[in-house]
Nanobody, 124 residues
């Protein structure tokens, strides 16, 4: 089973940028569709982005299109989330996980190997 660990969160003002990392251990993540999700206080966990093993044709939530970019380095077993033009509503704990079925779905139940999350706070 793939084990994933997120890092790179922090406090950033509105309009700022952050880059999150998701490092995989255990079974290689090269063959996995990987996804980013986030959870704000009192809210359900929601889909942010997903990426195929090839790195092609990433999928994004409408709320982050044009601002966030997901990428991966298969040689290092790391996935990234570059977040630009951050807004207060982007605040939350960000998680990464591997899709069970090999397709970039948006349902949390389709993913496994969740990391512990990394906190992102967008505030002035």
């Amino acid at each position: 089973q793939v084990q994933l660990v997120e890092s790179g969160g922090g406090l950033v003002p509105p309009g700022g940028s952050l880059r999150l990392s998701c490092a995989a251990s255990g079974r290689t993540s090269i063959g996995n569709v990987l996804g980013w999700f986030r959870q704000a206080p009192g809210m359900e966990r929601e889909f942010v982005a997903a990426i195929l093993p090839s790195g092609n044709m990433p999928t994004y939530a409408d709320s982050v299109k044009g601002r966030f970019t997901v990428s991966r380095d298969n040689a290092k077993n790391i996935m990234y989330l570059q977040m630009n033009s951050l807004k207060p509503e982007d605040t939350g704990v960000y998680y990464c996980a591997a899709n069970r079925y090999g397709v970039p779905t948006k349902r949390t139940g389709d993913y496994a190997g969740w990391g512990q999350g990394t906190q992102v706070t967008v505030s002035s």
